[in-house]
């Protein structure tokens, strides 16, 4: 009995470390905007939106912050709607505890020979490596407030909308409860950053916001519904570990914590 009281706890902890660390590399990473059309060696997407031509520029972050939602939809699963808010609730803190890190090791002066050894690019291009250490490291406030303010009500959203689905279908389809909140979880994710950054903190148009957040949306959906078949392979995986029996009991307690 202690044997799988202990395996659970290690179970939880391992799930939170792996959500903590995604979650906090996401948002360090995001301060890089990429193209996934140059990156499958496509050419620019240039959809007509709302008089917007847009292309799939998207925020690093996106390359793993599906891991994000997968691990909450997985804590949920074991540990309930409680467990998700726990760890969210702790993973908040501590991005923001990052962020004013981040802007502390920005505002440091910088050591002479690093700025000597460092004044040249791999091509040979002039470079202030402190100006872009700054630039990449410290975020602007707005962006700061809409991905903690974001996080949040994605998460929250992802988990009750999880409870109730498992709730109506009785424990079966997961692939139904973990698609169905991350779908509508991260329509929240997807506007609510730029809504807070680029519209109450920058100039940019409603419209704007309308446009961009709907062509991140479409990738997020995709991804969602492409990520699937990893939510079974970590369920076949915990089974394996905890033994059916306990991860069942497991389970069922967790449906209405």
Request: with cysteine; hydrophobic share 55%; glycine share 8%.
């Amino acid at each position: 009995m202690t044997f799988t009281a202990n395996k659970k706890q290690i179970l939880f902890i391992i799930l939170c470390g792996i959500f903590i660390t995604n979650a906090i590399v996401a948002e360090i990473i995001g301060a890089k905007i990429f193209s996934l059309e140059a990156t499958l060696g496509l050419n620019p997407a240039q959809i007509d939106l709302l008089g917007y031509k847009l292309d799939f520029n998207m925020t690093a972050g996106v390359l793993n912050w599906p891991i994000v939602f997968i691990i909450s939809d997985i804590i949920n699963e074991y540990f309930g709607v409680k467990g998700v808010k726990i760890i969210s609730y702790l993973t908040t803190v501590l991005i923001v505890y990052t962020f004013f890190l981040l802007y502390g090791a920005a505002s440091l002066p910088p050591a002479q020979f690093w700025l000597d050894v460092n004044s040249v690019d791999k091509q040979g291009n002039s470079l202030n490596i402190n100006n872009a250490f700054g630039i990449i490291l410290r975020q602007g406030m707005g962006i700061i407030i809409g991905s903690v303010i974001a996080f949040l009500l994605g998460q929250m959203l992802d988990a009750l909308i999880f409870r109730k689905i498992r709730q109506m279908t009785s424990n079966k389809h997961i692939w139904l409860r973990s698609t169905g909140s991350t779908v509508v979880s991260q329509m929240i994710d997807s506007f609510v950053v730029i809504f807070i950054a680029f519209y109450l903190f920058g100039n940019w148009k409603f419209s704007q916001i309308i446009a961009v957040g709907s062509v991140n949306y479409v990738y997020k959906f995709f991804i969602a519904i492409l990520m699937t078949p990893v939510i079974y392979l970590i369920h076949y995986a915990i089974d394996k570990y905890l033994g059916k029996k306990a991860s069942d009991e497991l389970i069922e307690e967790a449906t209405y914590l």
